[in-house]
């Protein structure tokens, strides 16, 4: 086994490989977060299809509202990592024959927030009945400039919108300590937009900060330099809950269930003017590190010894059949790196 290899990419490749692409189509398999489709007016239609469904079977989603809301939130976050300008969804709802009349008044007020919130609409899709919930949506936007997880260079230098961690601190809340916790995250459509001007390369956090950094890594055959601790990219509600256990503050960063913040590269010559205007727009985005030569690793001040591919590939492996589970194989992870 390749150990600096996204096992879920292989499995992808296997099943999507062979089709073929469209000429008019910019990206490649796995290079963007959105399908990008040139025009001759130099306009570039972005296109993604996203669903929760496995939040939904495993009960990490149970509140209607906030169903609804994810359901536009994870495909518009696709469109804000290619830096698109959002212009509607199509719905894939399916809704069990006794589903609850609150409930669903509550899943469309979810629905109906966050298209409010970005500034789009439900153009139609496919909504019928089915024995289980099932929610997902295309989104399609605009882009005036091509912006892809592939394009970064050696010495650009790496960015996160926003700390890291909430989408881990919540699952952690679901499924280990049975702690109340809000989950509710936003897509940086704006930021996004401002990053079309200036960046080298974009991803969203979905999948959390590891699987992020994996994916530019692989797409782009390249490693990256962490120059701040961990502990200083987290979201607040993680560091409380390393305070309270003793938690290390990197199982945070392995997802696989993330933030919705972007992670993106900013050549040399572009980070002092991108900065200026993101403080225009009153955005501080944090400074990672950056690009270095070495091929898929990632060294840090920490100075811990971690393979993100090996953390963003267990939760794949076969013998992992919980939350609980997974997190005591990452345990097992950081006292084998720690010796």
Known sequence: MNHYRITENENLKSMVGSFSRAPFQLNAIFESDAELIGFNNDKILAITYDAIVEEIEEGLYEDAYQIGWMAITVSVSDLAAVGAKVLGVLLDLKVPKHFDAIRLKNLQQGINDACDFYGCYVFGGDTNKNNILQVGSTALGFCENKLMRKGLSASDVLYVSDNVGLGSSYAYSRFISNTKSEYLPKAKIKEGQLLSKFASSCIDTSDGLFPALCQ?????N??????ILFKDMLHNSCLKICKETGLPHWIFMCGPHGEYELLFTIPLKNVQKFEDEAKRIHWRPIRLGEVTNKQK???NIDGISINPFETTNLYEKQ???????????????DKEMRL
């Open 216 to 220: 530019l890594m692989e797409v782009n």
């Open 222 to 227: 390249l490693g990256f330099n962490l120059n």
């Open 297 to 299: 690793l990632l060294t």
């Open 319 to 333: 013998h992992i059949k919980s939350p609980e589970q997974y997190m005591m194989e990452l345990l097992k992870l």
